[in-house]
């Protein structure tokens, strides 16, 4: 993150059992000493499959299926975001 916008956005990884979430966070507007919490996007490891599930989270904050894969290549998609979908 560039340091002029750390104060405005903060990416945070939450690790929970065989899913880690990416979530952006920005403080309210009309209380910047609190902060709110977006998912961006969620990695979930299948131990019998092995192998990486990525969702993608909608406007409601549903999660949606995107793809399958290597860790690393799941997340250079979303680093990427050829479809707009992680970042807009």
């Known amino acids: 993150m560039p340091p002029d916008v750390r104060d405005q956005v ?3 990884c939450k690790v929970v059992g065989n899913r880690v979430t990416l979530s952006e966070c920005r403080p309210y507007y009309n209380d910047p000493s609190s902060w709110s919490e977006m998912p961006i996007a969620q990695f979930e490891y299948s131990a019998s499959a092995k192998v990486w599930s990525l969702y993608a989270y909608d406007r409601n904050d549903k999660r949606k299926s995107y793809s399958k894969g290597p860790l690393e290549q ?3 998609e979303v ?6 979908i992680f970042w807009g």
């Open 79 to 84: 680093d990427k975001d050829a479809t707009g």
């Open 74 to 76: 799941l997340i250079q």
């Open 10 to 12: 903060k990416l945070v």
